[in-house]
């Protein structure tokens, strides 16, 4: 008997070589609609069952630039305007993890981590409480944002779990797999075919949090948009839509280590950040036999020349046009960076060079390794949808389940697997 113990821990424990699901549920992306539904005969949306059932507004809240962590943010300024606004949100304060922060300075990281506008998350925060130009911290309490939930107590949490919502509503939208959304008192909404993914993300956070009559006039002109609207004015769409270009083609881009060194494949696609982003990352594990989270002399690398435009809390973002914003143009973010010999902000990188060492640091992880995920314009960009990863020639694809996957090349194709197996050993 303890030799079956002894066999059932060692297997438990090393399958503890990538990211884990903060929620520890079933992904939301698993067995989406598929990208063309609407073709189909058979689609939700038959005209029988429209009639059956109610169907959402049309009315477009937001463009998606408006919604994303896009070029269109660039010169806002969220510490001076939370300030200029005197809101309760101006003096609030939090300890986040060994850090006290302000008000602005959550909103800010929650803005960056997830890649959602601060105005969107602004905006939300007054229609549900009015933190943002009230001084009256009542309303709501614990809860700003109405989500009524003991773990998620606070602004942090509470600004986390809607910028969370948001990413899943957009991008579920963004696959043709958010259909129907259901209200908090149980009424089944078909979306209506005209909104367009920033509209969808938003109806489908109003849905969690408001019965059918609120949530039609919060996604109405009356609602959410007349509360963004007096607070930013009309947010148009320009030159920046759409965000992510047809034809878009992802630069050359390398493996994350040094050539020669043979790593592990650990996690096919999956979410960029919280659950919700999308399935835009990849886990890779350094050499070795060693599991769980330990101290790793391995270096990650540049996977092309960039610049460091954010380093903190197990973060690096390396900015490949290298203008400074995270929100143009090509960025990759890495995940699970140890601060020990970290690549600092503002250092201009060739591919190759040392990122950092893989760790445990920066979220939810169970061991060592590296996540790597990329963005356009501020918009995740999926591991395994039209703009795959090419690594060294090495092409992701998912299998339709979170964490499964392969890279291939030349016809070899390496599985991820959240152990040691040969089957997901690569190298450059």
């Keep these: ?44 949306h038959s005209e029988q069952q429209i009639h059956l059932g109610l169907v959402g507004s049309d009315f477009q809240i937001l463009p998606d630039s408006g919604l994303v962590y896009s070029p269109s943010s660039i010169g806002f300024n969220a510490f001076s305007f939370i300030r200029d606004q005197g809101g309760y949100l101006n003096d609030y304060q939090e300890k986040v993890g060994d850090k006290v922060l302000g008000g602005a300075d959550i909103l800010y990281r929650i803005s960056r981590d997830y890649s959602i506008h601060p105005q969107v998350l602004l905006a939300l925060l007054e229609y549900q409480s009015h933190w943002v130009t009230s001084k009256n911290s009542t309303s709501l309490g614990n809860y700003p944002l109405g989500y009524d939930d003991l773990a998620y107590q606070g602004l942090y949490r509470q600004l986390s779990w809607a910028a969370n919502k948001l990413n899943r509503g957009y991008y579920l939208h963004r696959v043709g797999g958010l259909v129907t959304l259901e209200t908090a008192d149980h009424h089944q909404v078909y979306l209506s075919y005209s909104i367009n993914s920033a509209t969808a993300a938003i109806q489908y956070f109003f849905s969690y949090l408001l019965n059918y009559p609120d949530w039609q006039t919060a996604v109405s002109p009356i609602g959410f948009y007349r509360t963004y609207y007096s607070l930013f004015g009309e947010m148009k769409v320009d030159d920046l839509e759409p965000l992510v270009p047809e034809g878009l083609i992802q630069p050359t ?39 769980g989270c330990y101290e790793s002399q391995d270096w990650v690398r540049a996977v092309a020349d960039g610049l460091v435009v954010r380093s903190e809390d197990g973060v690096v973002v390396l900015d490949l046009d290298m203008d400074g914003y995270e929100q143009t143009g090509w960025t990759v973010l890495y995940l699970h960076i140890a601060s020990k010999d970290r690549a600092t902000f503002g250092s201009h990188l060739q591919v190759g060079d040392r990122i950092g060492h893989p760790s445990c640091e920066g979220g939810p992880s169970s061991g060592t390794h590296v996540h790597i995920a990329r963005r356009y314009n501020g918009e995740w960009i999926p591991a395994d949808q039209d703009l795959p990863f090419n690594l060294d020639g090495w092409i992701s694809r998912g299998t339709g389940s979170e964490y499964e996957g392969q890279l291939i090349r030349n016809g070899i194709v390496v599985e991820a697997y959240a152990w040691f197996s040969p089957e997901n050993q690569i190298q450059r």
């Design 1 to 44: 008997m303890i030799r079956y113990t002894w066999l059932i821990f060692l297997a438990l424990s090393i399958l503890i070589t990538a990211c884990t699901r903060p929620d520890y549920g079933p992904s939301p992306f698993s067995n989406i609609i598929d990208e063309n539904y609407r073709e189909k005969s058979d689609h939700p």
């Design 253 to 291: 881009l390398q493996l994350p280590f040094a050539t020669d060194e043979v790593w592990k494949f650990t996690a096919g696609p999956h979410s960029a950040w919280g659950d919700g982003a999308a399935w835009a990352a990849l886990d890779f594990a350094p050499p070795g036999e060693q599991y």
